[in-house]
T-cell receptor
């Protein structure tokens, strides 16, 4: 079935270091959404990208959608302990069924 | 004030039992979903309803039966619980029926089958 591959599965950083998670698909994506799930919490929507090559920023977070609309990335500059959690991408593939397919997530831990 | 609420938050039960999880949203959204998150944190859609009509029914054992009495409620009934059903079940809602809509998740129900 449709798959969205997300890497890395885990990332451990020192506070202040940067962090990036990547989402890749073999098929063209209609859109991509990013969610954050804090430990013990529920997924919370961060952003949606729709256009080829789109870049959006939220404070220290930068989201990119690839030119071919087959990959996306989330980059956090100068991580803080509040960034801890699992980051999921979710995508709707073009021509596919009308459901979001979630990546397996990247679990970020930050050492103070 | 809670946008998407679920009850119960925790559910511990024996194998073979039947249990239900309830979900309510007060956002006025048309579409509601059930997701299962396993121990490895993998989020997988189970069902979605749009205005009380079943839209998505993934490959889920028929021991799982969703019911939507109105568009603000989506309940999940599970018959003959098995060990492998242990997971966190998230209810979610979105404004319209499009998968491009933002999904608002409930707090989750942690189901443990002994």
């Amino acid at each position: 079935g449709q798959q969205v591959m997300q890497i890395p599965q885990y990332q451990h950083v020192q506070e202040g270091e940067d962090f990036t998670t990547y989402c890749n698909s073999s098929t063209t994506l209609s859109n991509i959404q990013w969610y954050k799930q804090r430990p013990g919490g529920h997924p919370v929507f961060l952003i949606q990208l729709v256009k080829s090559g789109e870049v959006k920023k939220q404070k220290r977070l930068t989201f990119q959608f690839g030119e071919a609309k087959k990959n996306s990335s989330l980059h956090i500059t100068a991580t803080q302990t509040t960034d801890v959690g699992t980051y999921f991408c979710a995508a709707l593939t073009q021509g596919g069924s009308e459901k979001l397919v979630f990546g397996k997530g990247t679990k970020l831990t930050v050492n103070p | 004030d809670t946008a998407v609420s679920q009850t119960p938050k925790y559910l511990v039960t024996q194998m073979g039992n039947d249990k239900s999880i309830k979900c309510e949203q007060n956002l006025g959204h048309d579409t509601m979903y059930w997701y299962k998150q396993d121990s490895k944190k993998f989020l997988k859609i189970m069902f979605s309803y749009n205005n009380k009509e079943l839209i998505i029914n993934e490959t889920v054992p028929n021991r799982f039966s969703p019911k939507s009495p109105d568009k603000a409620h989506l309940n999940l009934h599970i018959n003959s619980l098995e060990l492998g059903d242990s997971a966190v079940y998230f209810c979610a809602s979105s404004p319209g029926g499009l998968a491009t809509d933002t999904q608002y998740f409930g707090p989750g129900t942690r189901l443990t089958v002994l």
